[in-house]
Every structure is written in structure tokens, then in C-alpha cells.
Nanobody, 119 residues
Framework: QVQLVESGGGLVPPGGSLRLSCVAS????????MGWYRQAPGKQRELVAT?????NYADSAKGRFTISRDNAKNAVYLQMNSLKPEDTAVYYC???????????????WGQGTQVTVSS
């Protein structure tokens, strides 16, 4: 069984910074792509950033957010700077993981962490 656990969300004023963390655990053989999505109230879930063979960012994240990984820890991070009220959302990490006993990479999701940008 594979589990992703996020941490680091919270309340921050506009212009502030937060660092989200996500650690994958369980019977993991390998991880390919890891990344972050977010979902604001009343809106669809949207991509924020991914890290795999290349790194990709949503236009809204470029220049403000940085995704990084620690493969030894099966972890992915999202450093968010210059936060805006429109960044308020639940942030979800995901990872494409091949578990022991499986030939395939499956998409796994964390439970989400709330980020609120407000004064």
C-alpha cells in the first residue's frame, strides 16, 4: 500500500511565503512524475507544477513557485513566494508510483492541505 502525506499549508498574508511538503511511503519500487494540483472553492482542480523528466509550471505559478524533489526521501516540495489571495485553495500532491508486485505506475494522491492567503 502506498500513501502520500502533505504538510505545510496554513494562513499567510498576501506577499507571504509557504513551503508545502509531500512524502510518499509504502511498498515503493520507483516514482516517476511527482507534482502539485490545487482546487479552489467552486472551481475545478488545476495543475500547479510537475517534476519528472522535465519541470513544468502553470502560468499562474511561473516566477513565484518552485517545485523540487528529494528522491532519497520520496518527497516533493512546493516553495510558494509572493502569494496572492487567488492562490487560496486546497493543494494536493500526486505521484506516479510503481509498487512492489506491480508492473505499472499508478497515480496516487495525497489528502490535500489548505492554503489561505488573506490579510
Amino acid at each position: 500500500q502506498v500513501q502520500l502525506v502533505e504538510s505545510g499549508g496554513g494562513l499567510v498574508p498576501p506577499g507571504g511565503s509557504l513551503r508545502l511538503s509531500c512524502v510518499a511511503s509504502g511498498s515503493i519500487v520507483s516514482i516517476s512524475t511527482m507534482g502539485w494540483y490545487r482546487q479552489a472553492p467552486g472551481k475545478q482542480r488545476e495543475l500547479v507544477a510537475t517534476s519528472g523528466s522535465s519541470t513544468n509550471y502553470a502560468d499562474s505559478a511561473k516566477g513565484r513557485f518552485t517545485i523540487s524533489r528529494d528522491n532519497a526521501k520520496n518527497a516533493v516540495y512546493l516553495q510558494m513566494n509572493s502569494l496572492k489571495p487567488e492562490d487560496t485553495a486546497v493543494y494536493y500532491c500526486f505521484a506516479d508510483i510503481r509498487a512492489f508486485g506491480s508492473l505499472w505506475w499508478l497515480n496516487h494522491w495525497g489528502q490535500g492541505t489548505q492554503v489561505t492567503v488573506s490579510s
